[in-house]
């Protein structure tokens, strides 16, 4: 059974840094595609940042230079590097897996999900 489960949000002022990770068990994990999307109150939930099996990367416009997305087969885990946080990136980031996603960014592809982790950044 696939689970991925997501740590390290938090609060930070704008301007500041998290890394998020999420560790998955029950499957390849190399040979899985993993995401990172987010959903703010009142508005549905984005992909923002994916990695192929090949390490190949996509990132949402909104995020680009600012989040890295990276992953450790060895140890089974994803990681989203967050940089530069603005108050617009506040919300409950989601990590999700699946073995071919025909959209890296596409929710619907997704078929493996965690609970979330809060992010909050102030102004």
């Known amino acids: 059974q696939v689970q991925v489960v997501e740590s390290g949000g938090g609060s930070v002022q704008a301007g500041g840094s998290l890394r998020l990770s999420c560790a998955a068990s029950?499957?390849?994990?190399?040979?899985?595609?993993m995401g990172w999307f987010r959903q703010a109150p009142g508005k549905e939930r984005d992909g923002v940042a994916a990695?192929?099996?090949?390490?190949?990367?996509s990132y949402a416009d909104s995020v680009k230079g600012r989040f890295t997305i990276s992953k450790d087969n060895a140890k089974n885990t994803l990681y989203l590097k967050m940089n530069s946080l603005k108050p617009e990136d506040t919300a409950m980031y989601y990590c999700?897996?699946?073995?071919?996603?025909?959209?890296?960014?596409?929710?619907?592809?997704?078929?493996?999900w965690g609970q979330g982790t809060q992010v909050i950044v102030s102004s």
């Open positions: 999700a897996a699946d073995p071919s996603p025909k959209y890296l960014l596409g929710e619907y592809e997704y078929t493996s």
């Open positions: 990695i192929d099996t090949d390490g190949s990367t």
């Open positions: 029950g499957y390849t994990y190399s040979s899985y595609c």
